[in-house]
């Protein structure tokens, strides 16, 4: 069974442009969970979809958005890129929405400069 | 609302000996608990969690943590560390299955030969 698959692995962008992020979750799982790790503030977490409708959010800014189709891949967007926002960002899945049973990705690196 | 403390942000060790990670919860209402690792480039792998039932909870690579709720703690121990084991470790709680895991800060461990 494949694990939860985030593309890319690495992104660079500049200040101000924006930028989509990809989790497709394992086979069978209908939640998604976003977080973003920093040195700074370690894991956050960003907002959970489950059967395409959002049922957690974080405390992030409204430039962080995400959505989830029907076959429960997932994306999130960030628009407007600050600095600040360069960080690891992973996605996690787990069947029925269980935390206790989420498996994570290998995240994407975005660097803005 | 929920937080997590890792006392220490890194442990050195020597290989063979023991080691033990420290993580306290904040709140005394019934938890889930977890211990993730990640390695260098890679997403958090589910090193092992307590839900209920026996305090002590293993792994199978010789990680333990106990579970005790009058100190609010779940810490993380290893009789005898490998190099491999060098990595982050993360301790996480979630007050029920369906909110979002809430993250420590990471104790980096660092195994030397």
């Known amino acids: 069974k494949a694990g939860v698959t985030q593309t890319p692995r690495y992104l660079i962008k500049t200040r101000g442009q924006q930028v989509t992020l990809s989790c497709s979750p394992i086979s069978g799982h209908r939640s998604v969970s976003w977080y973003q790790q920093t040195p700074g503030q370690g894991l956050q977490f960003l907002f959970e979809y489950f059967s395409e409708t959002q049922r957690n959010k974080g405390n992030f800014p409204g430039r962080f958005s995400g959505r989830q189709f029907s076959n429960s891949r997932s994306e999130m967007n960030v628009s407007t890129l600050e600095l600040g926002d360069s960080a690891l960002y992973l996605c996690?899945?787990?069947?029925?929405?269980?935390?206790?049973?989420?498996?994570f990705g290998q995240g994407t690196r975005l660097t803005v400069v | 609302a929920q937080s997590v403390t890792q006392l220490d942000s890194q442990v050195p060790v020597f290989e063979e000996a023991p080691v033990e990670l420290r993580c306290n919860y904040s709140s005394s209402v019934s938890v889930y608990l977890f211990w993730y690792v990640q390695y260098p480039n890679q997403g958090l792998q589910l090193l092992l969690k307590?839900?209920?039932?026996?305090?002590l909870v293993e792994s199978i690579n010789g990680f333990e943590a106990e579970f005790n709720k009058s100190q609010t703690s779940f810490h993380l121990r290893k009789p005898s560390v490998h190099i491999s084991d060098t990595a982050e470790y993360f301790c996480?709680?979630?007050?029920?299955?369906?909110?979002?895991?809430?993250f420590g800060k990471g104790t980096r461990l660092s195994v030397i030969a």
């Open positions: 996480a709680v979630t007050p029920s299955g369906n909110t979002p895991l809430v």
């Open positions: 996690a899945s787990s069947l029925e929405g269980r935390n206790t049973e989420a498996f």
């Open positions: 307590y839900l209920s039932g026996s305090t």
